[in-house]
Structures are given as C-alpha cells and as structure tokens.
C-alpha cells in the first residue's frame, strides 16, 4: 500500500508541473488549442493503459457499457480542462487549485441531487465551511472578481461531475474507456473550437504544450497504477499535495504572492474537502454506492 500511496504523491506531482507548463504560455496560444494539443500527447498514455488488461482493444477507448455517461466525462473533461487553462493562464497556481479543490463539495452536493444519497450534518457542515473558505479568498465585493475565477470554479464543477458520472457508471466500465472519454472528449470539442482562429504553436511553445500534455499522460499512467496497488481511499488524499507544489512552482516560477486572508481560505477549503473523503468512505462505501445506483 505504501509504494501505492508514493505513486500517488508522484502522480499529483506531474499533474503541478503540467499545470506550470501550460500557465508558462501565458496565453500565447488559446486555451482550447492548449487543451486539444494536450489531449494529442495524451494519447501517448494508451498502450500503457492497455497493457494491463489484454482484454482492451483499442475501440473500448470510445466506447463503453453506458455511452451517455462516457460522453458526460468526455464533455466534462474537455470543458473542465478548457476552464482550467484558462484559470492557470490568469491566477496565480494556488488559487486556481483552491478553487478546484472544491470537487469534493461538489461531489456531495451533485450525489445528493443524481444518487439520491443521504447525507448528513457533519458533511453539510463542510460543504459550508468549503464554500466559506471560497469567500475569504476571493473576497467579493473587496477585489475585482475576474474570468479567472469564474473558470477555477467551472473546473472543480466540471471535475465534480466526471466523479458522479464514474460513480453511476459502476466499477465494470473498462480503464482505458474511462481514459478514452478524458481525451477524447478534449479532443473533438477543443479541436471544434480551434478551427475559426487557430494558429499554429512556435517552437518554444511545442515545447511548453509537450510538457503539458505528456506530464499530464505521466500523472494518468501513474495514477491508474497508483489505485491498483492501493485502496483508492488512501490514494485520493494525496491529491491535496498539488497546493504544496502550487505555492512552490507559483513563487519560484511567476512569481505569485498569497496574502494571509488567502492563506485562511485555502486552510478551510483543504480541511473540508479532506473531510469530506474521509467521511464519504465512512458512511457511504463503494459498495453502498453501487447499491443506490441500482436501485437496490
């Protein structure tokens, strides 16, 4: 379990990075194009995918056993990742990743409505303090709030909803269709979006766009390995390690600056939404999960 828990921490790792190298273009090149780019190095990830299952076959990449939830992840990915770009692009790393940090609120919040979960006092509790948390960092009616971060919070919605859609499809859906739908939803919707205006990267931003895409492959290969070693309850948390990489690669890289209300804010956000995977794998197990899926 321990060597699942440190691919964990390496996964989430190459997910900053990916995320220091699109925020490096600065917006030089459009955040659609970014992420249909992105989801072209993407597809390096497949045959690692497919090579632990030789049951795969390279057409289980678009297909699945309940289609319409594929495509609720492929579109959720393609518009969550388009989001995010954009939200890199304009704020700085930490507050981009506190405002994603809020899928797990939003994951109770959209179980509540399309699982019909129950869910009790403490859990509303830490939706509340999440949501308290957003205020003091973005401080409305204090600062300007910007498309920034409007986009920041879209993603953690948009990643809340590729959660749900993998909760109701069940455990049988295949990996590399799970996969399949996070690239190839950013393929043909970003790719869609491009063509009015799109134009064609210099080499230094290759380069960038290559660093995004293939880290964030990297960070998915790992990820996959990290939750066949591990319970995916004890890999999940390691995701909160990205804020110590924001504030690092923020400070060192741009420059960034956090002040101490935004400090506060990012504490809150990161404590509710911790407390909100523990407590889901408390009251509501897996295999409690699929029973309300189906209904039993």
């Not at 269709?177 to 064609?200: E, K, T």
């Not at 660093?211 to 070693?229: E, H, Q």
Request: glycine residues 10%; positive net charge.
């Amino acid at each position: 379990m321990v060597k699942g828990i440190l691919l964990g921490f390496a996964s989430f790792a190459a997910y900053a990075i990916s995320d220091a190298f699109v925020k490096s273009l600065h917006g030089s090149v459009p955040p659609y194009e970014s992420v249909f780019f992105g989801a072209v190095f993407g597809l390096f990830a497949l045959p690692f995918i497919m090579s632990k299952n030789k049951g795969d076959r390279w057409r289980d990449v678009i297909t699945a056993q309940r289609p319409s939830l594929w495509w609720v992840r492929a579109v959720a990915g393609a518009f969550g990742s388009i989001a995010s770009v954009t939200a890199f692009t304009l704020l700085p790393m930490a507050e981009v990743f506190t405002m994603i940090f809020l899928m797990p609120i939003f994951v109770t919040i959209l179980s509540v409505i399309f699982l019909k979960e129950h869910v009790g006092w403490r859990r509303w509790s830490a939706v509340v303090v999440g949501f308290a948390g957003v205020l003091v960092v973005l401080r409305p009616g204090f600062r300007a709030l910007g498309v920034g971060d409007i986009a920041g919070l879209i993603c953690g919605l948009f990643a809340a909803a590729s959660v749900v859609a993998l909760r109701m499809a069940g455990p049988h859906e295949k990996r590399i269709s799970l996969y399949g739908a996070g690239v190839a939803g950013p393929l043909i919707i970003a790719g869609l979006l491009m063509l009015p205006h799109f134009r064609w990267p210099n080499l230094h931003e290759w380069f960038l766009l290559a660093g995004y895409g293939l880290l964030a492959a990297l960070a998915g290969v790992l990820l996959m390995y990290a939750t066949l070693i591990a319970p995916a309850n004890r890999v999940a948390p390691t995701q909160y390690s990205q804020m110590l990489w924001a504030i690092g690669l923020g400070y060192w890289l741009f420059g960034d600056k956090l002040d101490w209300p935004m400090l506060i804010g990012i504490v809150m956000i990161l404590g509710a939404g911790l407390f909100t995977l523990v407590r889901e794998e408390k009251v509501t197990p897996w295999w409690r999960r699929q029973k309300i899926v189906l209904g039993d």
